[in-house]
């Protein structure tokens, strides 16, 4: 079969030159193609009758030429040569016979057959060549060729199953190209499906399929897309992983992998603008380059893009706001050092400018000159109405107009002050009293009016505190409270005030320690002689919040302590005295207490030795009928005693003794043996 056997493209309807062969009827073609397999052309036919009679003309003329009348020609009386002939012309015949028979029928030129007049044979051999291609048109084109043929022609069922194998094949390349990501592709393509197909049944069903599918895996990725926006990055991969599962070939790995990538990008620039953002919280003019520059390193392809878009003027906005506390603190160069690193990435160049501006108009201002106030409101008239900073501008013109005024008058008012006496300072207070309270510079003209103040009172009231410290220095009573008599006349609220309470205190102190030195004197002589009970009483004669209360306290427990020793020691003694193991043991518990500072201390740690020996003596003896209770005996004996270590032994021994090993088995020994070597 050559390629012009197979039709590349041509129409069901195209119409070709007529010959012989199309001029007969349908019938008479439909005989002569089944005879040899394809269409007998009348160029064929002519040929061949032309040969069969030029034939027939050859052998008369041979036999007219050779023949005598009334005498047969010799060969035909030769044996040999009948019997060759008969050898061979069988032979021939047989060998022409076969060689036809096994001759293939010429195929047909599809593309130039006339289809109006094509036999079904030839449509349906036509329609099986162009459906091999396996594309779609030319499927559409082999149902074409065969399903207008009538219903009731012999090959309506050949006819019928290759439609419907064609119809499967073309839902099966739709279903490709929807596999393969084209859905509307695949959509057209099952829907050139003729409608009077019974396949075409299948194609609404299949088509409501992919899209079922379709949509569900856009769901699936638009769900992982936002988990991605919103930085959940363990919910967007669990959720990409359900594309995998999708039933589309194109959604489970291209767009898959797709989307697994750009999850693992966004991750990467999550974990950026986390650490920008960490940064940024730092609050750091560095931190906060830092994180522009992170921000920016963020591509436009990233689902972050848009956060880190709106994080960076967010980061620059900080920087603002940091130049804006060194500016309240009036630390103008910084602040406005700050405000020129912003980089125009922020796109905040418009309010950088507006607030360097405005902070070189308040460096001027503090100047606290007319000059500075003047050039600061020349600066600020550089702000136009259009920008955000306008109002505050404005407000800080109208200020700096006030103080313009107020100025004038606070200058004057310290050029008065100056003099330093108590008129030239009263004549400032009045001046500076001109200032309203309400304006700009109210709140210094009251600070300078205070101070002023101050220095008025300080005159008047130095000389109460001169005295004072003159009569002091005789150190005794009667001077001390003299000397408090004359610093109590400085009253409440005046400048000197606090300097006159901190001397009056002074003074105080000393007079309660020559009051309350002998009580505290008498106190220790008593307790030197180991009278604590009568120190203490002595001692607490000294009232709380005295001079000398802290340091009476300090002693009273001290000797409380002894005093709490000496009983314990008493009654330790006592109890002992009772002998028996728990006496003893309460004993050493009572003589444990007395502290290692009290003198006594010694004496307790003598009696505990023999005590805790006395109870290791009672211990053994207890052994000799009753191990166990010699054991909770010797238990009594306290660590650091000179019998502890004597007592953790003998115990060893006694509970060896309760609990023996096990002996040791020997391998040479029968279990008879070893029954009997076992302690009775």
């Known amino acids: 079969m050559t390629e012009r056997d197979i039709p590349e493209s041509w129409s069901p309807a195209r119409a070709t030159e007529p010959d012989d062969m199309t001029l007969q009827t349908p019938k008479r073609q439909f005989a002569e ?89 030839v449509r349906l051999h036509c329609a099986q060549l162009a459906a091999s291609k396996q594309t779609v ?25 290759n439609i419907e194998d064609w119809s499967s094949e073309i839902l099966k390349l739709a279903d490709g190209s929807f596999q393969t990501g084209k859905l509307d592709e695949a959509i057209a393509t099952a829907r050139k499906i003729p409608e009077d197909l019974s396949a075409r049944k299948l194609v609404e069903d299949k088509i409501t399929h992919w899209q079922s599918i379709w949509s569900k895996a856009e769901g699936i990725y638009k769900e992982a897309e936002d988990h991605t926006r919103e930085g959940r990055w363990h919910q967007a991969f669990m959720t990409a992983a359900k594309l995998l599962r999708v039933d589309n070939k194109f959604w489970e790995t291209t767009r898959y992998e797709q989307l697994n990538g750009l999850i693992t990008g966004a991750r ?7 650490k920008a953002e960490g940064l940024a919280k730092n609050g750091t003019v560095n931190n906060l380059l830092e994180a522009i520059k992170l921000g920016q390193s963020i591509g436009q392809n990233s689902y972050i893009y848009q956060k880190a878009q709106k994080a960076i003027p967010e980061f620059g906005r900080k920087m603002l706001d940091l130049a804006q506390v060194k500016l309240d603190r009036q630390n103008a160069d910084e602040a406005i050092s700050i405000a020129q690193q912003i980089p125009s990435v922020t796109g905040l160049d418009g309010d950088t400018q507006d607030f360097i501006t405005l902070a070189e108009a308040q460096r001027s201002a503090w100047i606290g000159t007319t000059i500075g106030l003047e050039g600061a409101i020349s600066q600020a008239q550089q ?7 306008y109002d505050k501008a404005q407000k800080l013109i109208a200020r700096w107009q006030l103080e313009i005024q107020d100025v004038a008058l ?18 400032a207070i009045n001046e500076a009293q ?53 610093a109590s006349q400085v009253r409440r609220g005046r400048a000197l005030y606090p300097e006159a309470r901190k001397k009056i205190r002074t003074w105080t102190a000393k007079i309660e320690r020559i009051q309350d030195q002998p009580y505290l004197d008498q106190a220790r002589a008593l307790a030197r002689d180991g009278n604590f009970n009568d120190a203490i009483r002595t001692a607490q004669q000294i009232a ?50 007395v502290p ?85």
Not at 566 to 584: F, I
Request: hydrophobic letters at 35%; aromatic letters at 4%.
């Open 33 to 121: 193609t089944h005879g040899s397999g394809v269409p007998a052309t009348g160029e064929a036919l002519s040929s061949l009758k032309r040969r069969k009679k030029s034939s027939s003309e050859k052998v008369v003329d041979s036999h007219d030429s050779s023949r005598k009348p009334g005498k047969l020609p010799r060969w035909t009386k030769s044996w040999i040569l009948w019997t060759l002939l008969l050898a061979l012309v069988p032979g021939s015949i047989g060998f022409m016979a076969m060689s036809m028979l096994f001759k293939l029928p010429t195929a047909p030129n599809c593309p130039s057959i006339f289809w109006p007049l094509a036999s079904a044979s």
């Open 137 to 161: 048109n030319d499927l559409l084109q082999a149902i074409a060729l065969v399903k207008q043929l009538p219903q009731n022609h012999p090959l309506r069922v050949e006819i019928d199953k």
């Open 268 to 274: 990467v620039d999550g974990e950026k603008l986390a």
């Open 383 to 389: 702000i136009s109405t259009t920008r955000p900073v």
């Open 410 to 427: 606070l200058e004057k008012a310290r050029s008065l002050a100056s003099l330093g006496t108590v008129s030239d300072l009263t004549a």
């Open 434 to 486: 001109l200032v309203p309270a309400s304006n700009p510079r109210g709140r210094e003209a009251k600070s300078e009016i205070g101070r002023w103040v101050g220095q008025i009172q300080t005159i008047q009231d130095r000389p109460y505190l001169d005295r004072a410290d003159q009569i002091a220095l005789v150190d005794d009573m009667n001077s001390l409270q003299a000397a408090i008599a004359e």
């Open 544 to 593: 709380d919040g005295r001079a000398l209360a802290r340091e009476a306290q300090g002693d009273i427990d001290n000797w409380q302590e002894q005093v709490n020793a000496r009983e314990n020691w008493k009654q330790a003694r006592e109890v002992a005295q009772g002998g028996t193991p728990d006496a003893l043991s309460e004993a050493i518990r009572l003589a444990r207490r």
């Open 596 to 680: 290692d500072s009290s003198m006594l201390r010694g004496d307790a740690n003598v009696a505990i030795d023999q005590w805790s020996q006395q109870l290791l003596d009672i211990a053994r003896s207890q052994s000799e009928s009753d191990v166990e209770r010699a054991i909770e005996t010797a238990r009594l004996i306290p660590r650091r005693s000179a019998a502890y270590s004597t007592a953790r032994e003998q115990i060893r021994t006694w509970r060896e003794f309760l609990n023996p090993p096990e002996p040791q088995q020997t391998e040479e020994a029968s279990p008879s043996e070893s029954t009997n070597n076992e302690p009775q």
